[in-house]
Structure formats: structure tokens, C-alpha cells
């Protein structure tokens, strides 16, 4: 059976830089992209903070580019989601959905994080049918329509933005009277016209109309716990993010569903590397994510060459007696 050099699990910009630079370094790499290609990126309607791009790109053109450039140097991309992994052994063993079994020197974790859900009454029966986690994917059907963002974050701010392009109102509702989204966001969203806030509140329940779609958001006051109705056809949450982890949990050490990495990307067993926001819950900016793939590809490169003198066993040893 081939042994890869190195497999990236995941198509973010974490996961395409490191396919860039270690298809640059001669590895020949072999990217799964996972269910969706990408990643969050993918679904951003604009970037505006990549450096070198002064006029911001779409999410998805930055994704194609990022992808042409890894595919450029001979990174082999293959549609597949990975099922499980053994970083037990070496060469580790990677399964997939599409039944392959790869072994491999070493292993990039690029897989991100995924959008959190509310965990409320009518959210799982109504997503697609008004509940959203994409305002770029999903704006276009509010046309002249009154929707609800929740959450306070950048995220929830720029997509609310987002969203007035469409919408006739965009209401957001957070949970405290103050927004956590950086300054210029908070500008941009106070003084747009068509969003109005209403603060120190959570939404109790998402209800269906009689055409089984949204038609209005139960609103809960967290300080006088008053209950009241707000009609709202779409329902658009962007509250944070959970890491995509579970595939390495009990294998690689983890907190709150993060891989730990050290400095350079490292994680606790030699040749496995994690890069963007499955290892990093506080900066998550394309920009960091890119650098975090540059470095975890660079330190794959090095124990690749190590590896080639020495036994992975010693490799190990060493680590551990670090
Ligand atoms: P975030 O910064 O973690 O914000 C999540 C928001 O959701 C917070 O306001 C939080 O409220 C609220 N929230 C969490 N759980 C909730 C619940 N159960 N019910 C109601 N509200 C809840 O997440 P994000 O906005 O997705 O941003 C993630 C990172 O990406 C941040 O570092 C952000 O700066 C970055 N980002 C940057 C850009 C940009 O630079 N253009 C765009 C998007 C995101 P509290 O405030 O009360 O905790």
C-alpha cells in the first residue's frame, strides 16, 4: 500500500495554504476537502480584511483561488470526508466516507468549526424553512421580508449588514446590552437605517405559520423574563462556532473541543500538525488561518526530512522527553 507524506483533512484557508506549501516543498500532498469545500469562507459574501486584496473578494472566489494556487504547485484534492483516523500507528491511517484507507507520514488537521445552533424550539424543524446560518447562501430568498439576526459578534453584525441589501427590516436581537463585534462593525450596524436592536434578549421559540415555514420569533427579556412575539419570516443565527473535533477526540489532546497545538502548530503526537480554527478559538481571521497553515506545512516539511534519518519510534521518544 502507498504511503502518502502528508494528508490535510479539511479546504479552509488553513488547509489550502498548507497544501500550497508543501506541494511548493515536493511532498505531494493529498487534501480532503470534507462535506464542504471551503469551509466557512465559503460562505462569506465578502472579505474585506485579506490583506492584498484592497477592494475586498467574495468569500467563494477567494476559496477558488486559494485552491488554484494549492492544485498549482501539485496538491491532489479529493472530495471525500474522513471518518476516522489512527494517529496511534505509524504510518497513521485515514478512512473515508467514499470507503478509501489511506496511510500517511504525517497529517495536517484543518477541519474548522461549524456554526453553533440555539438549541430552541422550532430551530432543527425550520431550518431551511426560514432558520439560517448563511445570510449569503440564504438572503436572497427575504426579498422585502422582515428577519431576525441573533448574537452580537462580528459575525452576526456583518451578515445583518448583509442582509439589508434584501430584507425590508433586520432585527437583531442580543443578549446583552452590549455588543461584543469590533468598533467599526457596531458603527456600520447602528447607524444602517433599516436594523433596529433589541437588547437583553433571547429568543424563547422559532414558530412555524400554517405554511410550515417561520412567521414569527418568540423573544424572552433576560432581566424582566417577559415574553413577547415578533413576526419574522427568516431567522438568521450566528452565535459562534464549534470546533470540528469529535474525529480526533481521545486521540490528540483537546480543551473545550480545540486541538491543542504549541507554538508551531505541533500537536501532542509527532506528525500531526493543526492549523486555523480547529486549533485556534481566539483570533479566527482568514489572515491568521492562512499563517497557521504556512506554519504547520513548514513543520510537516521538517519532520519529513527527520523522518528520513531517523525512526518515527525515536522521533517519539525525543518529543516525549522534551
Ligand atoms: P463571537 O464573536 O463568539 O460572537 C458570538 C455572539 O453570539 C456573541 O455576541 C454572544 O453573546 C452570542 N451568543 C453566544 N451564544 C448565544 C446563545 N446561546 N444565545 C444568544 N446569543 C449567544 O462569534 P462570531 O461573531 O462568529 O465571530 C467569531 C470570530 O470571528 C471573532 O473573533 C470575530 O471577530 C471574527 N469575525 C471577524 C469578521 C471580520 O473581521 N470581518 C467577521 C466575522 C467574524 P455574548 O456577546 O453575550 O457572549
Redesign the pocket.
Known amino acids: 500500500m502507498t504511503v502518502e507524506n502528508v494528508i490535510i483533512i479539511g479546504s479552509g484557508p488553513a488547509g489550502f495554504t498548507a497544501g500550497l506549501y508543501t506541494s511548493r516543498a515536493q511532498l505531494k500532498p493529498l487534501l480532503l476537502t470534507g462535506n464542504e469545500i471551503g469551509g466557512q469562507v465559503a460562505l462569506?459574501y465578502e472579505?474585506?480584511?485579506y490583506p492584498g486584496f484592497p477592494d475586498g473578494l467574495p468569500g467563494p472566489e477567494l476559496v477558488e483561488k486559494l485552491q488554484t494556487q494549492a492544485e498549482r504547485f501539485g496538491t491532489r484534492i479529493e472530495y471525500d470526508y474522513v471518518t476516522e483516523v489512527d494517529l496511534q500507528q505509524h504510518p497513521f491511517v485515514v478512512r473515508t466516507q467514499n470507503g478509501q484507507e489511506y496511510r500517511t507520514k504525517s497529517v495536517i488537521v484543518s477541519t474548522g468549526a461549524t456554526p453553533?445552533k440555539?438549541q430552541i424550539p422550532g430551530e432543527l424543524e425550520l431550518t431551511g424553512r426560514g432558520v439560517s446560518y448563511c445570510a449569503t447562501c440564504d438572503g436572497f430568498f427575504f426579498r422585502n421580508k422582515e428577519v431576525v439576526v441573533?448574537?452580537?459578534?462580528?459575525?452576526?453584525l456583518?451578515e445583518g449588514l448583509f442582509l439589508t441589501r434584501f430584507a425590508s427590516k433586520v432585527t437583531i436581537v442580543?443578549?446583552?446590552d452590549?455588543?461584543?463585534?469590533?468598533k467599526i462593525?457596531r458603527k456600520r450596524a447602528l447607524e444602517n437605517e433599516k436594523i433596529e436592536f433589541i437588547w437583553d434578549t433571547?429568543?424563547a421559540s422559532i414558530n412555524a405559520g400554517e405554511n410550515g415555514a417561520v412567521a414569527s420569533v418568540t423573544l424572552k427579556n433576560v432581566k424582566t423574563e417577559e415574553l413577547r412575539d415578533l413576526p419574522a419570516e427568516g431567522v438568521f443565527i450566528?452565535?459562534?462556532?464549534k470546533p470540528n473535533g469529535e474525529l480526533f477526540s481521545g486521540q490528540l489532546a483537546m480543551q473545550d473541543g480545540y486541538i491543542v497545538t504549541n507554538r508551531t502548530m505541533h500537536t501532542n503526537i509527532p506528525g500531526v500538525f493543526a492549523a486555523g480554527e480547529i486549533q485556534d478559538n481566539?483570533?479566527?481571521?482568514v489572515a491568521t488561518s492562512v499563517g497557521q497553515g504556512t506554519m504547520a506545512a513548514m513543520e510537516t516539511e521538517r519532520f519529513l526530512a527527520e523522518l528520513e534519518d531517523k525512526r518515527y519510534e525515536e522521533i517519539k521518544a525525543e518529543m516525549a522527553g522534551a
Open positions: 462569506t472579505i474585506e480584511n453553533r440555539l441573533v448574537g452580537g459578534g462580528d459575525s452576526a456583518e442580543h443578549r446583552r452590549e455588543l461584543r463585534a469590533s462593525m433571547v429568543l450566528f452565535i459562534g462556532h481566539h483570533f479566527r481571521q
